[in-house]
């Protein structure tokens, strides 16, 4: 790997998050005991708009979404530097309630990871537990089926199991459930590399629907649904085998005109 990566690196330093901006992301580092994943990441993340993370595997992808929410508080061994603002509040400082920072901030994983209940049990669960009264868990759950395209698909059986579904509408009903707590942002990880090329034109689909009303950072290894659904893109690289950002912009302008030569030759399909 060339020096030039950790060049970009350092040439990404963004000036200090004003209050206004959605998500600030500060020489963010990421470790697993000894390893460092991740190595200081800049990036700001705009409201309303869809960012697709893309780079090799191994490049601290998954690991950056799990910061943005603290899901990283729940892996052994995994330690955060730097700093994450997030609508003018700083994720890591004393006092944080991660309980709503994660309804604020919903994730979407690789695999669709519903509860072994029903349709309709999956919707109710996130709800009770942050204290929707019980006569509005199902005008809330219609609400959010309706918001996914799956209300025509499951009406007629929201008792059934959530595991009946296939795996595209599983999927959604994932990200229904997310929606459930009306979250600014949503993170999704690959969420269509488990789908065949129908299902996951849907969710391509309901992204671009949902993008204004939500913000979404996604991670994609397929540069055509990068090109497809994304406003803005960073791209991850490896240096000395920890990851970092290489370059980030208008998506437009770094698949038109990369700065970087890994991100040249990555987009080229000629490495990662
Ligand atoms: N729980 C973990 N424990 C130890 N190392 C991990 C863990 N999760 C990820 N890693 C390592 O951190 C690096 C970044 O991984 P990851 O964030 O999954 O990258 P990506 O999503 O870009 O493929 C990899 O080297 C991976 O092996
Ligand atoms: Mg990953």
């Given at each position: ?54 780079g090799p595997s191994g490049c601290g992808k998954t690991s950056f979404l799990f910061t943005l929410n603290r899901l990283s508080d729940l ?198």
């Open positions: 790997m060339s020096d030039c990566c950790f060049e970009a690196c350092q040439s990404q330093r963004l000036p200090d998050p004003e209050d206004e901006t959605f998500l600030a992301v500060r020489n963010l580092s990421v470790h697993y005991g000894a390893k460092v994943a991740l190595e200081s990441v800049d990036i700001d993340i705009q409201r309303g708009r869809v960012t697709a993370l893309i892996i052994p061994g995994c330690g955060v530097g730097g700093r994450v603002r997030f609508e003018g509040t700083e994720i890591y400082s004393d006092g944080v309630d991660i309980g709503l920072l994660r309804a604020n901030i919903g994730m979407v994983f690789q695999k669709p990871n519903l509860f072994p209940v029903s349709i309709r049990k999956n919707l109710y669960l996130p709800l009770r537990e942050h204290g929707c009264p019980v006569n509005q868990l199902d005008r809330r759950s219609e609400e959010v089926l309706r918001e996914v395209g799956l209300w025509s698909e499951v009406s007629d059986r929201l008792d059934a199991s959530a595991h009946s579904l296939s795996g595209g509408q599983q999927q959604r009903l994932c990200i229904a459930r997310a929606l459930t707590l009306r979250p600014k942002l949503l993170l999704m990880d690959e969420p269509c590399s488990s789908l065949d090329p129908m299902a996951t034109d849907v969710i391509e689909r309901l992204i671009l629907k949902m993008r204004g009303e939500y913000s979404i950072v996604i991670v994609t290894h397929n540069l055509a649904q990068a090109q497809r659904i994304a406003d803005d893109v960073a791209v991850f690289w490896c240096h000395d085998e920890s990851g970092c950002v290489i370059e980030s912009g208008h998506a437009e302008a770094v698949f038109r005109a990369p700065k970087q030569p890994d991100t040249v030759a990555y987009l080229a399909g000629q490495r990662g």
